[in-house]
T-cell receptor
Framework: GNSVTQMEGPVTLSEEAFLTINCTYT??????LFWYVQYPGEGLQLLLK?????DKGSNKGFEATYRKETTSFHLEKGSVQVSDSAVYFC?????????FGTGTSLTVIP | DGGITQSPKYLFRKEGQNVTLSCEQN?????MYWYRQDPGQGLRLIYY???????QKGDIAEGYSVSREKKESFPLTVTSAQKNPTAFYLC??????????????FGDGTRLSIL
């Protein structure tokens, strides 16, 4: 079946630190992959996406590369800010269905 | 700007009462979804609809009902049969069938609590 596994949180980093949140997936065929961000009390916002192998999605300094050989889509940012504190969800879509990871909470301290 | 509007933002339910959460979108999307999110948890799919007048159960449909009479609207009713309704409810929509690799767009959610 299709599923997404992402790194357990919570993650706490100092401002300007490097961020990696791991995400691996299981899927038949060729899914599209997404990262969403959720700020407290709000819905999910699309952060970035990749629709085929070796695609790199990027937005607001965040990046993730679709690695088919390792079935991974890890989220990275070179220098996090306090405003990046949120919950991050990895997701995939395949066969008209969407599958989400359990979310990783990030707190960035000044 | 196009988007998804959920209302109300906060809702309180009394014992034995049914309540309805509103979800409206002006993105011209065919597919719409309802998710439940419990504190510190991921999203669980309640119901989804790929086209008007048709909908399917998700993973946790018991105690919930939906309708899809218009493309723009996908209301969710939390019935008295749902014994633990306290949660954050998220509505989402996605592009037409030709765009199944497109992402979902989400509303800002409704927080439901028991009185």
């Amino acid at each position: 079946g299709n599923s997404v596994t992402q790194m357990e949180g919570p993650v706490t980093l100092s401002e300007e630190a490097f961020l990696t949140i791991n995400c691996t997936y299981t899927a038949t065929g060729y899914p599209s992959l997404f990262w969403y961000v959720q700020y407290p009390g709000e819905g999910l916002q699309l952060l970035l996406k990749a629709t085929k192998a070796d695609d790199k999605g990027s937005n607001k300094g965040f990046e993730a590369t679709y690695r088919k050989e390792t079935t991974s889509f890890h989220l990275e940012k070179g220098s996090v800010q306090v405003s990046d504190s949120a919950v991050y969800f990895c997701a995939l879509t395949r066969s008209r269905q969407f599958y989400f990871g359990t979310g990783t909470s990030l707190t960035v301290i000044p | 700007d196009g988007g998804i509007t959920q209302s109300p933002k906060y809702l309180f339910r009394k014992e034995g009462q049914n309540v309805t959460l509103s979800c409206e979108q002006n993105l011209n999307h065919d597919a719409m979804y309802w998710y439940r999110q419990d504190p510190g948890q991921g999203l669980r799919l309640i119901y989804y609809s790929q086209i008007v007048n048709d909908f399917q159960k998700g993973d946790i449909a018991e105690g919930y009902s939906v309708s899809r009479e218009k493309k723009e609207s996908f209301p969710l009713t939390v019935t008295s049969a749902q014994k633990n309704p306290t949660a954050f409810y998220l509505c989402a929509s996605s592009a037409p069938p030709t765009g199944w690799h497109q992402p979902q767009h989400f509303g800002d959610g409704t927080r439901l609590s028991i009185l």
